[in-house]
């Protein structure tokens, strides 16, 4: 059994984003931690602004396989008008920090 952590901050388009915004979504890659299935993974979604009140670092995990997965981060549209896109992630240095535990060799 192993764990194997890190960040992932190369935000595009989520899958059910509306012209662009609403939601963005971020690939990682496992194969450098050798798991041989799906581990268990844990999600926290770290940024410098706007990443409160957002919706699916902890649920929005799709396409999990030993190798890795993808996930959705949707953020409603607040009262200034702000919308998360990919470039309003990296420009408030959102990061998604993860920690996958699994069997591996």
């Not at 960040?7 to 050798?34: P, Q």
Request: aromatic share 8%; hydrophobic share 35%; net charge neutral.
């Amino acid at each position: 059994y192993k764990t194997c952590s890190g960040r992932a901050k190369e935000w595009m388009v989520g899958d059910h984003a509306r012209s662009g915004v609403g939601m963005v979504k971020v690939v990682v890659d496992l194969t450098g931690c050798g798991f041989t299935s799906a581990p268990i993974v844990h999600t926290m979604l770290n940024g410098e602004n706007h990443n409160i009140q957002t919706k699916g670092a902890a649920s929005g995990i799709r396409k999990l396989t030993a190798t890795g997965f993808h996930l959705n981060i949707h953020k409603v549209m607040d009262t200034s008008g702000f919308q998360i896109s990919p470039d309003e992630a990296i420009a408030h240095n959102w990061e998604l920090l993860w920690t996958a535990s699994g069997y591996g060799c």
